[in-house]
């Protein structure tokens, strides 16, 4: 049992979204842990990802190496057909708010720095990637994604999760939200948006033709999405405070539809 707690092992760092997959006889993950043993209100400002492995699903992780400096925040690994292990995120690896000190036990002491606006998704965005497998660091390369027709100043996209077909095209599905800080507030259709490429290096568009178009119309975030026999597709979510929810499509990812339980 883990009670909870996978990472960390102890109770004096805080992390969020940690994700795990099954390779070469291990059991390895990357979390989006906070800096400076502060707690999850400093994710703005101290968040990076870090992996850490295992030889049992249970646990104890040991840590690893940084996978991408702060600012960068809820990773996604995903191993890939050809090998390739993948972590989607937000973030570009660079400071995004002040780096956070004083922090004690996953605890962040109040802080007079605003909220920082989301950042637009670029034309491209770094994605680290590996083939290394077995214990030790492991060395990870990044290279950058490109995107067609980014977004505009309508709205911001993240928490990015992906679905590989057998023929290599990639889904990914990536949250879409309105910029909600003043003065730069805008309104727009919260949701789960797609896109495709014909591989995980992208270049990614949007599926229904524009980056805003929300499939799956909701407060959710942090996705899971995966194919299933008959032709269609699954997509899990957290929605709210330890609630998630589920949305499927039986037409190839056309329409979408959101369960009723």
Request: charged share 10%; proline share 10%; glycine share 10%.
């Amino acid at each position: 049992k883990t009670h909870g707690q996978v990472w960390p092992p102890d109770n004096r760092t805080s992390s969020w979204g940690a994700n795990i997959v099954w390779r070469a006889g291990r059991w390895e993950m990357v979390a989006s842990e906070m800096g400076g043993h502060c707690g999850l209100a400093s994710w703005q400002h101290n968040s990076f990802m870090r992996h850490t492995s295992s030889s049992a699903l249970h646990g104890p992780f040991s840590p690893r190496e940084v996978v991408m400096p702060y600012f960068s925040h809820n990773s996604m690994p995903t191993q890939m057909s050809d090998g390739t292990l993948v972590v989607w995120h937000v973030g570009l690896g660079v400071p995004r708010a002040p780096y956070i000190t004083g922090c004690t036990d996953g605890v962040t002491p109040p802080s007079p720095s605003p909220p920082q606006p989301a950042p637009k998704l670029p034309s491209w965005f770094p994605l680290p990637f590996t083939k290394d497998t077995g214990g030790g660091n492991w060395t990870w390369q990044t290279t950058n994604v490109t995107t067609v027709h980014p977004p505009n100043d309508d709205f911001h996209i993240g928490n990015l999760a992906s679905h590989e077909l057998p023929n290599g095209t990639v889904l990914l599905s990536y949250t879409v939200r309105p910029f909600s800080y003043a003065p730069n507030a805008t309104t727009h259709p919260n949701g789960f948006g797609l896109a495709v490429a014909d591989s995980w290096r992208g270049p990614f568009r949007p599926r229904f033709g524009s980056w805003g178009h929300p499939a799956v119309q909701s407060h959710g975030e942090d996705s899971f999405i995966w194919a299933y026999k008959r032709g269609g597709f699954h997509m899990i979510f957290h929605l709210g405070s330890n609630n998630g929810a589920h949305a499927y499509s039986s037409d190839s990812g056309c329409s979408w539809s959101l369960s009723k339980d």
